[in-house]
């Protein structure tokens, strides 16, 4: 059974995957920048292959966070729509709830549209 307290807690994965999501993006980019300098500048080819290493690691997270993000955000719906259903009191946590449903679901069909 969902309680106000799981709600709270499924509310906070959602924004942290999301904030994960975006550090990552942000790494890819500077390790990208990072990777094209050193090919700029003729870097030793095993130090080059070291930092594209680097670089794939950091691109294969982003799929991981999106999968992680969209189970914790149907989580988030079921413990949502469970609490809607068993309880009369409305706090505010329903409606950080329902915002954060909203702000994951913009920023999925963003993505999803890239």
């Known amino acids: 059974m969902a309680t106000v307290r799981n709600l ?3 509310t906070a994965t959602c924004k942290r995957i999301i904030k994960e999501l975006h550090s990552y993006e942000k790494e ?3 390790e990208a920048a990072k990777t094209a300098d050193m090919k700029e500048k ?6 080059l292959k ?20 969209e189970a914790s955000l149907a989580d988030l719906k079921g413990a ?8 009369q009191e ?3 946590e329903f409606d950080n709830a329902r915002s954060t449903i909203s ?3 913009n920023f999925l069909k963003t993505t999803e549209e890239q």
Do not use: F, W
């Not at 003729?42 to 130090?47: E, N």
């Not at 949502?80 to 309880?87: F, G, I, K, Q, V």
């Open 8 to 10: 709270k807690i499924k």
């Open 28 to 30: 890819v980019e500077r």
């Open 42 to 47: 003729g870097a030793d080819p095993y130090d």
């Open 50 to 69: 070291q930092q594209e290493n680097v670089l794939a690691e950091s691109r294969m997270m982003i799929p991981d966070c999106h999968k992680r993000l």
């Open 80 to 87: 949502l729509a469970e609490l809607e259903e068993s309880t």
């Open 90 to 92: 409305k706090g505010p």
């Open 103 to 105: 702000e994951v679901e």
